[in-house]
């Protein structure tokens, strides 16, 4: 298995999702409820450790017309935490990732509650699963 995981950088909570590059498929984990910088970078150096990997994809949340905001700063710094630790920091634009986790948890049929953090961590699972497929090679038709 090669794993990877997958981040959505919030100001409250930090979802998690862990994909397998091998199988192109990636899960929801539970959120990280931030703490503080050194708690919760502890806790994802923690994870990547049992995962037995150094990738991590962090979303990058970019505004419509493409430019970078403060909230974008705030994931590369985050970024670069992790960076500093050893972990192999990979961006990816995340525009409407946490619009498109939650149209899929209605789809399902599943109630959203925010202070679960369960609708970070589909949105770090749509960030990575992106990223996941980008990878692949797509079959000639």
Known sequence: MSA???LDHGS?????AVGDDDIGQAFPR?????RNAGADVAEI???AHAEGTTRVVVGLPRNMDGSEGS????ARV???????????????DERLSSWQAG??????????????????SAAACVILQEWLDRRRPHDAA
């Open 103 to 120: 149209e899929q948890m209605a789809a399902a049929g599943r109630r959203i509650e925010r202070r679960t953090g369960e609708k970070d």
């Open 4 to 6: 990877v995981i997958g």
């Open 45 to 47: 150096a923690a994870l």
């Open 30 to 34: 539970p959120a990280v409820h931030r």
């Open 12 to 16: 409250r909570r930090i979802g998690v």
């Open 71 to 74: 909230q974008a700063a705030a």
């Open 78 to 92: 985050f970024g670069a935490e992790l960076t500093a630790i050893g972990l192999d920091v990979i961006f990816v």
